[in-house]
């Protein structure tokens, strides 16, 4: 047994008739265990700082409820809101893992700015969370 079936089986999650773990079963039961109910709660956690270089990619994954519409704004050090391509829409996955990628420009200022994401449940529920991100001069 791999570690998802041993967290599985620690969890009391049972395997599909293939054998198999869900994962958002097993997400929604870590939750649960908090007093959150990932059905009917909206929840946002970033799961890495994001610390780039100017000239190179930037990458942001989230954890989210499976299957929410998630938006990201980036607000760069200079207070202007980035149009960088990467930046759109997505929908999480059975997991709730939302990744986004985007390159910041060579000409970009080096210091810290924002990054605000959306995300809308399944059930129209709606949530917002915001961090911080630092681009650094070569």
């Known amino acids: 047994m791999g570690d998802i079936g041993r967290v599985?089986?620690?969890?009391?999650?049972?395997?599909?008739e293939e054998g198999k773990y869900d994962v958002s079963e097993i997400l929604c039961e870590v939750l649960a265990r908090l007093d959150i109910d990932c059905s009917t709660s909206c929840f946002i956690r970033f799961?890495?700082?994001?610390?780039?270089y100017r000239g190179n990619t930037a990458c942001l994954q989230i954890s989210t409820v499976p299957g929410s519409v998630c938006s990201?704004?980036?607000?760069l050090p200079s207070?202007?809101?980035?149009?960088?391509s990467g930046l759109s829409k997505?929908?999480?996955?059975?997991?709730?893992?939302?990744?986004w990628s985007w390159l910041v420009s060579g000409n970009t200022g080096p210091g810290k700015g924002t990054i605000q994401v959306t995300t809308t449940t399944p059930d129209g529920e709606s949530c917002t969370a915001e961090t911080e991100w630092i681009v650094r001069q070569k």
């Open 8 to 16: 599985a089986t620690a969890l009391g999650v049972e395997p599909t």
């Open 47 to 52: 799961d890495n700082a994001v610390d780039v």
């Open 72 to 75: 990201i704004l980036v607000t």
């Open 79 to 84: 207070g202007r809101t980035s149009t960088a």
């Open 90 to 99: 997505q929908t999480a996955s059975s997991s709730g893992t939302v990744i």
